[in-house]
DNA sequence: CCGACCAAATTGGTCAGACCAAATATTAGC
DNA sequence: GCTAATATTTGGTCTGACCAATTTGGTCGG
């Protein structure tokens, strides 16, 4: 969010992943603050910030007498991010739920966007579905463009539910792939139909095909992100043999 | 989320509402710490707590030399049930933008949870549904079986993704739209079809088919829900003539 | 042995004042 | 007017104190 380089930002990172990690049971009583700060060599002052970001993570209650363990289910969806991270390569099933639910995301915003654009917006969308078919075979440089796209589609949707849940999730799914290098290769075949099938959607004005065609994507785009997976745990393995 | 009768979260409220009424520009400087303590009659360290709350919603990013107001567009979910219910009556857009988002999640879910639902789930599944079907005249009988049938969907598809999103979104809707009193009413032959579409659904097996049952579901609460505010609001308009 | 009750200890919530690093505002010089 | 230096402001953190709420441990009675 902000200046994360804080010692209450360190403390609470530390946290978090021991939380997530179960280090403690659901309702268990967490450390005391005075114990925290001896521990982290740091004030209670300190502590008292790093327990309130816990708390608005949902991992915590904060309560007089001590703060208890929560379940991550009241959890807020902040801690995917870490949590997909957690261990040394990502967690490929939480990964996967990521892609789903951005497929199911991305499904209602295109059909809300092709329902609401006009026509200039609509010329534009199919231009830069153009211009990212030129990129079928180049993923990096296709990638940067189909956020474009993303973006065009929200600011036409215009559900600020829908961004507000995107934005964050989408933050940290790239930071921790970014993180774990993980870099999925798509079949050039298979988004050369996508991007022929959107192209095709949207001068029909048909969302439900719009739709049908980014959710073919996602599932290739899910495949392809399993198989990088899969690799690079296979990578590792070879790695510590 | 935990003990928010302190007095940081009361300040972080405040605030937080000032921010989303826009009394502040994106980019400008927030009050300092030490003013806003003055203004609240209370100690720096409860200040900081409160502003490290809006840091970590996104409403601002605290960094030496003051606290900067950010776009609501890098805001967390946690904003949008105080956002809903900033004025006297719901943003009848705001929550029409949550119910589209249940909406597509619910779709996800269901298509989830029938493929991959053992027979004993799908009795259990069917059961709820006929349960459920008997209130279609009494949505506020109904409505805490809905729940428990989309508790049992969340645990079959096993989402996480989808159930802190779905979790924190619903909380903050009905916390709202209980505040504001607003109570759909439902057409009850559409809920029976709804029923029947859900359980025929089920028993062949047919997630498409469910979602799209769910589909029209949501559409019907949009409606009754946009009705149910426009009354509201005729109602107050009429009081203060 | 178990449950109820009470006192002591522990814990969170908040305060005031202090100090240091980083950012911002002001001033002086060209 | 522009730039650099200086002063001021601001966030980040610390220490020690106090009060309200919860937890713990001990005692007593059934």
Known sequence: MSDTNTLSHEICGILR??????RYRSGERFPSERDLA???DASRGAVREA?????QMGLIRSQPGGARIQSIDSASIAILGPLMV???FPDAELVDQFLQTFAALTSLSIKGAIE???EAQLIQMTKMVVEMSRYANDFE????RMSLFHELISNITDNLVVRLIGNDLKAQ?????MQSGIKPMMNELSLEGFFKKLEISISKKDGAMAADAFDQHFEELRRATKLAIQTREQELSLKTA
């Not at 327990?51 to 708390?55: G, K, R, T, V």
């Not at 440089?141 to 940067?144: F, H, L």
């Not at 799914?173 to 792939?177: L, Q």
């Open 17 to 22: 992943d021991e939380i997530l990690l179960q």
């Open 38 to 40: 001896s521990r982290f």
């Open 51 to 55: 327990l309130s970001q816990l708390d």
């Open 86 to 88: 957690l261990n040394e």
């Open 116 to 118: 609401k654009a006009d």
């Open 141 to 144: 440089t296709m990638q940067p």
């Open 173 to 177: 799914f790239v930071e921790g792939m």
